[in-house]
């Protein structure tokens, strides 16, 4: 059964540093992968998404995400933090099989960026 | 264009009452999706419905109940309303493709508050 697993629940980066977050997934078959951020009081927004096109991803606001098939992970990255990047950020995969486009959450993991 | 519309915004009830949960989309998506996010669980699916006149349990559907009113509409019903399901709902939308690859569209959410 496919499972998504987000380590640290909560990451906290000084703003113009790194932003990493991890997502790890299990799947019996080739995954689709998917980044969602969440705003407060917001539904959630996608970030980017791989469908096996290209392993390196780049999706909006300058964010990325890597697959690596070896780590069975989607990480997702971006260079340099701004305050408005605070949110809460899910990695979801799809159930793959069929048509039904079902998600698989992660736990998600708050992002919060200091001045 | 609104996307995916959801009413009411905010919703308390008190142990027992019923209610209906009402999502649109008017982006002529085929399938439609009812999650529901609790702190450090990410988001669970409720229920979906791959394509009108169909609808499927998903990972959490006791309590809950849910028609496919016809393309555009997809509602949540709670017959009798549980402190256990104060939660933030969200509806969702998506295009149905080979690989379930495609993305979805969330609504803004709707808070209930169980009593």
């Known amino acids: 059964a496919q499972s998504v697993t987000q380590l640290g629940s909560h990451v906290s980066v000084s703003e113009g540093a790194l932003v990493l977050l991890r997502c790890n997934y299990s799947?019996?078959?080739?995954?689709?992968l998917f980044w969602y951020v969440q705003y407060p009081n917001q539904g959630l927004q996608l970030l980017l998404k791989y469908t096996s096109a290209a392993t390196l991803v780049k999706g909006i606001n300058g964010f990325e995400a890597e697959f690596k098939k070896s780590e069975t992970s989607f990480h997702l990255t971006k260079p340099s933090a701004h305050m408005r990047d605070a949110a809460e950020y899910f990695c979801?995969?799809?159930?793959?099989?069929?048509?039904?486009?079902?998600?698989?959450f992660g736990q998600g993991t708050t992002l919060q960026v200091k001045p | 264009n609104a996307g995916v519309t959801q009413t009411p915004k905010f919703q308390v009830l008190k142990t027992g009452q019923s209610m209906t949960l009402q999502c649109a989309q008017d982006?002529?998506?085929?399938?439609m999706y009812w999650y529901r996010q609790d702190p450090g669980m990410g988001l669970r699916l409720i229920y979906y419905?791959?394509?009108?006149?169909?609808?499927d349990k998903g990972e959490v559907p006791n309590g809950y109940n849910v028609s496919r009113l016809n393309k555009r509409e997809f509602s949540l019903r709670l017959e009798s309303a549980a402190p256990s399901q104060t939660s933030v709902y969200f509806c969702?939308?998506?295009?149905?493709?080979?690989?379930?690859?495609?993305?979805?569209?969330f609504g803004p959410g709707t808070r209930l508050t169980v009593t």
């Open positions: 969702a939308s998506s295009e149905l493709g080979q690989g379930a690859l495609y993305e979805q569209y």
């Open positions: 982006m002529n998506h085929n399938s």
């Open positions: 799947s019996s078959v080739p995954p689709y």
């Open positions: 979801a995969v799809s159930l793959g099989s069929g048509n039904t486009g079902k998600l698989i």
């Open positions: 419905s791959a394509s009108e006149g169909t609808t």
